[in-house]
């Protein structure tokens, strides 16, 4: 396996992170109240929507891990793999979560990839968009989070640079192997995977490649425990028909939080 990006990156990631981080520094709960995300997937998960206040407003319960392994208030944006990057699904996620359970603090794990494949997604795999290894840094970023905290769920977003003749018939069978593979490598049989559908914008109808990643999605969260897969019909795209805009993202949150909660139960008192 090759070495993981995380750790070639500290040097430079005091001032790559959002200047919050340094100004308002974090007192960590106890372990078994910081409950983790690990965000991991393509570019709708690590947001292209606009920022607004919103999204740039921390909240003392909503942390992220910064690109350097530290501790940080949550502000959008969370994610650092291309410049674009936004407002995304993590931090509405974890608002909705957080206000469910006053007991906990949220924390979040970016780690996701604009424009990887699933193919990236395996143990030394390198993505030169991204100069990054998809998988083996969401492991290491993964397990640096979790001697902090309880890891709970992986929220996923990914399928659209799999929609095409070569990659989509294999697409269920990389997915099953993935899902596998995260939570044999981070100890967590049952882990909850949430799977977000692609968007589906009336502007760019669907190819038969992107309706077999979609139906693979489908199958991979009827088949699988723990697996769910989120809707995301009539939500709109930033005017490209492929990225979510902030209000589109914000309700997909909400069905991913809905999702994670029937999995996990009710929020104990």
């Keep these: 396996m090759k070495p993981s990006s995380l750790f070639r990156s500290l040097i430079a990631a ?18 078994e109240n910081f409950h983790l995300f690990l965000l991991a997937g393509q570019s709708n998960m690590a947001g292209r929507g606009k920022l607004d206040d919103a999204a740039r ?9 910064g690109k350097g392994g530290e501790w940080q208030p949550a502000v959008d944006p969370l994610h650092w793999d291309k410049p674009a990057a936004g407002t995304g699904i993590g931090k509405p996620f974890a608002e909705i979560v957080a206000a469910k359970n006053p007991a906990i603090t949220i924390g979040l794990i970016p780690a996701a990839c604009g424009g990887s494949p699933i193919a990236s997604w395996a143990p030394g795999q390198f993505f030169s968009q991204t100069k990054s290894h998809p998988y083996d840094d969401a492991i290491a970023r993964a397990k640096r989070a979790m001697k902090d905290g309880t890891l709970k769920a992986i929220l996923w977003h990914q399928g659209e640079s799999d929609s095409d003749p070569k990659a989509a018939p294999a697409h269920e069978k990389q997915l099953t ?10 100890n967590a049989p049952d882990l909850p995977f949430i799977i977000g ?15 077999a990643v979609d139906a693979a999605h489908r199958a991979v969260a009827a088949k699988v425990k723990n697996v769910r897969y989120v ?30 909660m029937q999995i996990a139960g009710p929020a104990k008192p």
Excluded at 57 to 65: N, Q, V
């Design 231 to 260: 809707a995301a019909e009539g939500l709109t795209s930033i005017g490209d028909d492929l990225h979510f805009d902030t209000p589109s993202l914000r309700t997909f949150a909400k069905g991913y939080a809905d999702a994670y």
């Design 197 to 211: 559908q692609l968007g589906r914008f009336p502007a760019k109808p669907w190819s038969e490649h992107r309706e």
């Design 14 to 31: 005091a001032c790559l992170a959002p200047a919050l981080a340094a100004d308002a520094p974090v007192k960590l709960p106890a372990r």
């Design 57 to 65: 407003k921390p909240d003392p319960r909503i942390l992220s891990l």
């Design 177 to 186: 192997e993935l899902i596998a593979r995260f939570r044999a490598e981070l």
